[in-house]
């Protein structure tokens, strides 16, 4: 039935649809395995790495050791646990200070991008009006807006939200897109001919086909939103692990440096944790969750 | 380009009309303008004395496809109940999975289906919001001949309780001399009926009527119908 008048989902501008298709920001979508992994399983996953860790880390205190290298230039583990140790209260809360900036910017950014996700899958109008400006706010190095919002906003949590929100902005914008219009044409058909509404269609094809894109976006962005509230502690220097990374710059404290970037790396692969997590418990429908 | 041309065609209550062509002569063309997804450029069309768009708005009309587009994301149950979510109306879900065979499989998920049972769930889908009309666009086309055979049959025993009124699409001639009251013969470009075989064999049918020699002249004189070889 080739050549039959067939139509797909409303509004999908094959312009636009290219551009995605070549954009690196767009994830393929993907889940492994589904459910729970036993705890074999997680232990055949996770050990490998923790040796490979163990090794690494032994060989670095080694190699420092060894050649008598200046703590100033690379501290050995051992001297970065003792800066994390000598006052772990300070580490701890700066972490969850910038934990707080990244989160909340990950809402902030993700959600505004959704919402105007929501909007252009559904007006190719409005998607050529407002895609542009999406391109642009993409290409702006976030570093370079960074002061500029911490001239507006003052010295609070704003400017390190908003930094953090700017970043995950388009990762989610694009994906959001391409999963809300990325649904069944039989499936859309089937609703079309029992008169859904596109409330309907929303709710009950477009929001769960989009889940997928929804969730490889927030894969991308968890990372991208700490990036973000780090880079605006630093110029702002009075909160999160940014200031700690600023003074300890200054006093050329590189165990203390260490410890920093130690603590912005453990939120990072908690966050990912969670969002892997998610990702196997909503996605459970999923092809890419069948194979592992 | 003209896709269809002085189709004219009624389709009585409760009948079930068969719709053969070759590929590309518009079957999946009109089926579509019937379900109201599509507007005719010229013409019109009536469903029960509306038009399609009409009958559309009032639920009139139950469609299954070769894909069939169930949403991966909820159980076989889940899939049965959304006409009834969109429409508003209420059946009885299980008894329904009941009538179809795949009671005891309500809390899978499409992908842990067959294709045949996958497709008795897109036909338990179709029913679900009571229509008047079943519009099926080659339903059992990707399954393999054993299941295909048997979906046939067990459309027509699911159909002789309704009756309701069922256009069926096909490739396969034999399988529309089996299954419909009568069969129509589409020609390609521009696509229009050709011929009207009245099928008079008694009902319920039974997979060894193909045995038979009045079968056999049937498909025969379908297959000139529609301009092969004999």
Known sequence: MSDDARSGPPGAAPEFADLLESSEWVATPSGRGRGLPRAGEIAGAVLPALVAATIA??????????RDIKEYLVPAPTAVGRALLDDPSRFIEAGSVSLMHALGGLLIGTGAAFLLAVVMAHSRVLERALYPLAILVKVTPVVAVAPLFLIWFGFNAWPKLLVAGLITFFPMLVNAVTGLRTI????????????????QVFWKLRL???LPYVLAALRISVPLSLIGAVVAEWFAADSGVGQIIVIANGDLDTPVLFAAVTMLALIGVTLTGVVAYIERRVLFWHESSSGV | MLAL???????GDGEFVALVGPSGCGKSTLLRILAG???????SARVHGEEPQRARRSHAIGLVTQDPGLLPWRTVEG????????TGASADVPALLGRVGIAEFAAYHPRELSGGMRQRVALARALAHGPQLLLMDEPFGSLDEFSREEMGLELLRIWERDRVS?????HSIREAVLLADRVLVMSAQPGRIVAELPITFDRPRSQELD???QFAELVLATRRAMGGRP
């Open chain 2, 166 to 170: 069922v256009l069926f699409v096909t």
């Open chain 2, 5 to 11: 041309d002085g189709i004219d065609l009624t389709i």
């Open chain 1, 57 to 66: 880390i032994a060989l670095w205190e080694l190699w420092v050791r060894a």
């Open chain 1, 208 to 210: 769960p086909a989009s």
């Open chain 2, 37 to 43: 997804l599509i507007e005719p450029s010229g013409g």
């Open chain 2, 211 to 213: 045995q038979t020699s």
């Open chain 1, 184 to 199: 069944d044409p039989t499936a859309y058909d089937f609703m079309r001919a029992l008169n859904a509404s596109k409330w």
């Open chain 2, 79 to 86: 899939n049965v109940a959304l006409p009834l979510e969109v």
